[in-house]
């Protein structure tokens, strides 16, 4: 029996898109500045640049505490006010820093634009992508990402497939040249140096840095990470937190596209329970709490129920072959603990 919702599909797909107005245009473009203002004095930030970041305090008594709290709107203020003072007059860490958010916001842009011109494609209402600065030092690289809004329903699951995958595989492309060039220009240390200048902070590796370093001749325990290889570093991991299939995250469409609406609703749960213990093995063992955060997230996605498209035919051979392939991405770029604090 032939649901009559599949019917009115040729409708739907020959439907006009809402085109963005110029108030729109000019909003998403001034998120996309600030954005562009706020991952630019990231990049020249302790963890990804030289610059020093706010002193550390030490507060002995409550009153130091309470005062410590009162005037850190002021400290940071004041801190940022140097960090711009400090890249007008050298302009090598200005170069960096853009370096850095010129990388990062390329590959955000590209995974947005993928979801967006799939979107366009299969003639489903989407916003223009909403970039989501953040203060540096308080947002992780200035900047939480980006993301569009589907404005409209899924016409089949082929759309909601193509559509999801769209995003990561376009960012995934626009990452390689950005990595290849930061590992091409990387500075290596020798033992005693790294010893001497060893820090708190490790960046693992996901397993495409370590197959490029491979072909570089490079050993990426004695490397100096650049702009380049941090944004590509970035790039990486947001292209990997997407691809978790859960909810509405770009690897849950897909999951939901390629398996179906059971699969789907158990690997979200199953995501979030590794994901949790993930966490906390990452803070008993590296004394980084950076995992919590992702199983919040995941913990809200099991929440948001995936919409149902009108036309449920099962996805084509081609099209399980990309998912295979966006699967390799996924194990790529994923690491279980990005950031250890030794």
Known sequence: MTDPEILEQPIYYGRPVIKPTMRTWIKHILLLAVTFCTTTIAGTLFPFGRYDTMPSADPQSLTELLHLLVTMP?????????????LSVHTDELIYGLEFSISLLFILICHEMGHYIACRIYRVDATLPFFLPTPPMIGPAGTFGAFIKILSPMPSRRAVFDIGVAGPIAGFIALIPVALIGLATMQVLTPEQIGNAQGTLTFTDPLLMRLFAVGFGLDLKYGVGNAFYFAAWVGLLVTALNLIPSGQLDGGHAIYAVLGEKIHFWTGRVAFVVMAILSVLGMYFYGS?????????LAIMMKVRHPTPWDLTPLDATRKVIAFLTLVIFVLCFVPFPIQIN
């Open 74 to 86: 002021t400290r940071y203020a004041a801190l940022i006010v140097d960090i711009i003072r400090h």
């Open 289 to 297: 709490p950076s995992g919590f955060l992702i199983a919040i997230i």
